[in-house]
């Protein structure tokens, strides 16, 4: 357990300087699509609150059922509403090409 | 409760897979042309990882079923809120990534209690304080944007005291629960103090200060996710948290650069404390104004353009008129550009999402650093909306309260024309010299009209 949790923490810090790394480079014209999708993304904890919903518990199950339920419900709108929009938004950009009017 | 070993290895692998699909979706998202590549590498990884977690041996199924498909049917109108309502669709996602979190954390506590390791708890104590506070903080960020709430700064004295004082308690009770998990008690404390503490830290919070503070939150969120993934010992949830703190945190810093703000100067200092000062100063000075004739006459006699837009066309909903007489303009051979400021609007980027929504391309859609060279050889900066952004006084006056802010140079522009309501002062409730000099025409009324009288003068747009 204490092994893991070092491992965990070496995880954590190589992925903050991998997410420094590649977020610098989006540029600022797409700060609101990587505002969304980056929500979106984070949403993953809903892996989290499916185990505590599902899983059987000795005591307590009537708590872990409804805080899992509702944080289903919270985290699966943000992946739903997250990836639909910032794929619609992404949609609008064009570039100029040459069958512009 | 005895786990297939096999199948286990199958979760672990479609975790790994998601893992990286998440860091190639941020990866693609850098340029317009790979962006929606991401956007599906971004799906694909999270519809592996909740397959990959529903083959855990022994869930039921019954009420993450229910929570799945109540949870879609709330996410459908989210994504498709209007783009104008984009920041705050933002800030309320904030607030149901935090809810998840601040939910699932709650329910960890009392499911291993009195039996939680010390470190286990120092990380779920800061799950929950980060993700209460982001919820309740975005809440209120997401009603001010939405203007259920009042988007003015309310400040009062002893506030700053007031606020830290509660985070400090919170902190100090998670510490006690540290040395003993086994007061339950105590627990609730340590969340329900957070939710207090994120009303009251985003009441001294104006609208303006507003793209800093969504990215905060988005970075706060981020960060209470990684700690419920050290919570649940799960590599994936660290991953996708640390992404997404990072994305927030850069953002944050952006901001305010943009705006020559320290972070704690932003939650700390209201603008509303300066604007007392300002008021008293404010005499009607002569100002030059246009007509839409006039205007039109200008512009289309014009190379360059550089169209300077903020908020309040995003409030006036002038983007698509914008969108004419970008064409109109083109059309007769002017160079049209447009000069977008990091802080212009209510969150990062807004401005660019409005524009690229009327179809302008982005390649006309310049950032400050890349436009600022042009405005001397630029014979028009037409301002839309925009104020604090373009005030020269952040470059000359060191008493100006936003001095030192780096603005968008249009007074070096051979014309400047604003398109503005009234005389009023802009947000920060800070004077504007640009409106008093000689080459500046003041283009007094609604954008959207406005802009669509200039239209019909230059003999474009479809009405």
């Known amino acids: 357990m204490k092994l893991d949790l070092l491992t965990s923490l070496y995880v954590f810090m190589l992925a903050a300087f991998i997410g420094f790394e590649v977020i610098r480079r989006v540029s600022p014209l797409l700060h609101t699509p990587l505002m969304s999708l980056t929500n979106a993304l984070d949403a993953i904890a809903v892996v989290g609150a499916i185990i505590l919903t599902g899983e059987f518990h000795a005591h307590g199950a009537t708590l872990a059922k409804v805080l899992g339920t509702i944080a289903i419900v919270a985290a699966t709108s943000n992946i739903v509403g997250g990836f639909l929009i910032t794929d619609r938004m992404l949609r609008m950009f064009k570039a100029s090409g040459p069958k512009k009017p | 409760m005895t786990n297939l070993p096999a199948m286990e290895h199958v979760i672990e692998v479609t975790y790994l897979i998601a893992t990286a699909l998440f860091i190639l979706a941020l990866k693609w998202l850098s340029s317009p042309k790979t962006a929606r590549r991401g956007v599906f590498a971004g799906e694909l990884g999270m519809l592996l990882a909740i397959a990959g977690t529903l083959l855990h041996h022994g869930l039921e199924y019954k009420w993450i079923a229910i929570g799945l498909v109540l949870g879609s049917i709330i996410g459908v109108p989210l994504g498709e809120v209007a783009m104008t309502a984009v920041p705050q669709r933002t800030a309320l996602s904030h607030a149901c990534g935090a809810l998840c979190v601040t939910l699932v954390g709650t329910a960890e506590f009392y499911l291993r209690a009195p039996n939680v390791p010390p470190f286990l708890m120092g990380v779920l104590s800061m799950e929950v304080i980060l993700g209460a506070l982001t919820f309740t903080g975005s809440l209120m960020a997401a009603g001010k944007l939405q203007e259920v709430l009042p988007q003015r700064p309310i400040t009062y004295k002893g506030q700053n005291f007031v606020n830290l004082g509660l985070l400090g308690v919170a902190i100090i009770i998670a510490g006690v629960l540290v040395a003993h998990p086994d007061k339950t008690h105590l627990f609730p404390l340590i969340v329900g103090i957070p939710l207090v503490f994120g009303v009251m830290m985003i009441i001294p919070i104006g609208g303006a200060d507003m793209p800093t503070v969504i990215s905060l939150l988005n970075s706060y969120a981020g960060l209470s996710a990684a700690a419920m993934g050290f919570v649940l010992d799960s590599k994936l949830l660290i991953i996708a948290g640390a992404l997404d703190g990072a ?181 920060a409730g800070i004077e504007n010299p640009l409106y008093y000099m000689d080459k500046t025409l003041m283009l007094f009324g609604d954008a959207k009209n406005f802009v669509g009288a200039i239209v019909r003068e230059l003999g474009g747009g479809h009405e």
Do not use: C, W
């Open chain 2, 247 to 427: 994305s927030g945190f850069i953002l944050s810093v952006n901001m305010s650069k943009a705006m020559n703000r320290s972070f704690s100067n932003v939650l700390f200092g209201a603008f509303g404390q300066e604007q007392t000062a300002v008021a008293g100063a404010k005499e009607a000075r002569p100002v030059r104004s246009a007509t839409p004739e006039e205007a039109a006459g200008i512009l289309s006699a014009a190379n360059k353009v550089v169209i300077v837009p903020g908020y309040g066309m995003a409030v006036a909903q002038a983007q698509h008129k914008v969108r004419e007489l970008y064409d109109a303009l083109t059309k007769r051979g002017v160079d049209v550009k447009f000069g977008i400021h990091p802080v212009a609007g209510r969150m990062p980027g807004h401005m660019n999402v409005l524009l690229a929504e009327a179809d302008i391309p982005y390649d006309k859609l310049l950032d400050m650093e890349d436009i600022n060279g042009d405005f001397p050889q630029t014979d028009v900066a037409l301002i839309i909306g925009a104020n604090d952004v373009t005030n020269p006084a952040a470059r000359t006056d060191q008493s100006s309260p936003i001095f030192g802010m780096p603005i968008l140079d249009v007074d070096k522009a051979r014309t400047v024309m604003v398109i503005k309501r009234s005389m009023g002062a802009g947000f």
